[in-house]
C-alpha cells in the first residue's frame, strides 16, 4: 500500500510525487505517456511559477537546456503599443519562461523519480477503485501487461482536463462557465522576436513567445463561435488572422513554420471541490480557465505546493487532513479567483486594454505576495 498514488505525470503530478517523496511518503506516479512527449500547451510560465521551479530546485537544469529568459512584453491594443515596465528588484524572480513540453515534463518526471517516488509510464488507469465514497486506489496496466490494482491513503488526480480520477468522484463544480474562446498554434523558426508580445484586435488575438531550438509559439485565438468555421482551413485562416496585427505578419515573411498546428475549442472554465475521501484533485484536474492569460503552468505549480503542505500536514498529524485540505481549496480560490475573473473577461470577447491589464498585473502580484507569505510559513 503506497501513501499517494498520483494519477498524470506532467505540470501538476510530477512536482506533487517528488514533494511528497522528499517528505518521506512512498508515492506511485502513473501516466499513460511516455517521457520526452509533447501535449497540447502554450506552455507560458509567469515568474510566480518560475519562482517555484526555483524553490523546488529545478530552474538551473531548466535553463540549461536553452530555454530563453522572457524579461520584454509587449502590448498591443489596435494603434497602441506599450511595453509595462519589468518586475521590482526585489521580486523573487526577474523574468517568465515558455519552455517546451518534451523538456519541462521529463524534467519534472526525473526529479520525481530522484526524490524518490516510484514512476509507472505507459500506464493507463483503467478505474478508481471505491469502497463507498472511498477511493481507495487505481486499476490499470502497462500497454500489453496483466492488469493490476495498487491501493493508497490518497488518490490524487493530476491528470488534466478529462480526469479520470474527477470523473470517478464526481466533485461539485461551482462557478462554472462555458468555452469563451477557441485557439490554434504552431512553432516558427526565423521569426524575430524580443520577449512575449500579446495582440488584440477587435474579433481575433495573437500570442507570441520565444521558446527552445530559437523557434516562436505563435498562436491565434477567436471568440469560440467562429471554431468550426476556422477548422475549415486552418492554415488560411491561422495566416489571416496574423494578418491582421501587421508587425507580426511582416516578421512572418522571413519565417518558416516548423510543426503542425495544434488547436482547440476544449476550454471549459470551472473550479471543482479538489478533495473528498481518499482523494485529491490538482492543477487542470481541480479547476481550468481559459488560455487567454497563459495561467495554466502557474497556477499547477501554485496548487502543487498547496496540495503537497496540507497532505503532510494532515499525515504527520499536525492538522486533521480534511481540515488541512479545506485549506488547501480555500487558499486556492482566494488566489485564484481574480485572475480567473479577469482571464474570463478577456477570452469573452469584450474590449481588452490598459485598464484591464493593470488588474491582471495586480492580481498577479497578490498571488505572487501569498506564495511568497506561504514560503515563510512551511520549511522547503
Not at 40 to 61: C, E, F, N
Not at 122 to 132: C, K, T
Not at 157 to 180: C, F, N
Request: glycine residues 10%.
Amino acid at each position: 500500500m503506497y501513501d499517494a498514488i498520483v494519477v498524470g505525470a506532467r505540470c501538476a503530478g510530477s512536482p506533487t510525487a517528488m514533494l511528497l517523496a522528499r517528505s518521506g511518503y512512498n508515492v506511485l506516479l502513473v501516466d499513460k505517456a511516455t517521457f520526452p512527449s509533447d501535449i497540447m500547451s502554450t506552455h507560458y510560465i509567469h515568474q510566480p511559477g518560475v519562482a517555484m521551479l526555483k524553490r523546488w530546485g529545478v530552474l538551473d537544469a531548466l535553463m540549461a537546456t536553452g530555454c530563453p529568459p522572457i524579461t520584454n512584453v509587449t502590448l498591443s491594443f489596435g494603434d497602441v503599443t506599450i511595453n509595462p515596465p519589468p518586475p521590482p528588484d526585489d521580486a523573487p524572480m526577474q523574468y517568465a519562461i515558455c519552455p517546451r513540453r518534451t523538456i519541462l515534463d521529463k524534467l519534472l518526471v526525473d526529479a520525481a523519480v530522484d526524490a524518490g517516488a516510484e514512476l509507472r509510464e505507459g500506464f493507463s488507469v483503467r478505474e478508481v477503485v471505491m469502497d463507498g465514497d472511498r477511493a481507495t486506489g487505481v486499476r490499470g496496466s502497462v500497454k500489453g501487461g496483466d492488469e493490476v490494482t495498487e491501493t493508497a491513503r490518497i488518490v490524487i488526480g493530476a491528470d488534466g482536463l478529462h480526469s479520470k480520477v474527477a470523473a470517478a468522484v464526481q466533485p461539485k463544480e461551482y462557478d462554472t462557465k462555458p468555452t469563451l474562446s477557441f485557439a490554434y498554434y504552431a512553432y516558427w523558426s526565423g521569426f524575430d522576436l524580443d520577449g512575449a508580445e500579446l495582440h488584440f484586435g477587435e474579433d481575433a488575438g495573437a500570442l507570441v513567445f520565444p521558446t527552445h531550438d530559437g523557434k516562436a509559439c505563435i498562436a491565434t485565438a477567436g471568440s469560440t463561435g467562429g471554431f468550426h468555421e476556422f477548422r475549415k482551413d486552418v492554415e488560411t485562416n491561422y495566416l489571416a488572422v496574423l494578418e491582421k496585427f501587421p508587425s507580426i505578419a511582416e516578421r512572418l515573411k522571413g519565417a518558416k513554420r516548423e510543426e503542425r498546428f495544434i488547436g482547440t475549442n476544449d476550454q471549459p472554465n470551472y473550479f471543482r471541490k479538489p478533495y473528498g475521501p481518499g482523494w485529491a484533485l490538482v492543477g487542470d484536474s481541480g479547476y481550468h480557465r481559459d488560455f487567454a492569460t497563459g495561467l495554466g503552468i502557474t497556477d499547477a505549480f501554485r496548487d502543487v505546493q498547496l496540495l503537497a503542505d496540507a497532505i503532510d500536514a494532515g499525515f504527520s498529524e499536525r492538522q486533521p487532513l480534511d481540515e488541512a485540505l479545506a485549506g488547501y481549496e480555500q487558499r486556492r480560490n482566494e488566489i485564484a479567483k481574480p485572475l480567473y475573473d479577469i482571464t474570463c473577461e478577456i477570452a469573452s470577447g469584450n474590449d481588452v486594454d490598459l485598464a484591464m491589464f493593470m488588474q491582471f498585473g495586480a492580481a498577479m502580484q497578490a498571488m505572487q505576495d501569498m506564495m511568497v507569505a506561504a514560503d515563510a510559513e512551511v520549511p522547503a
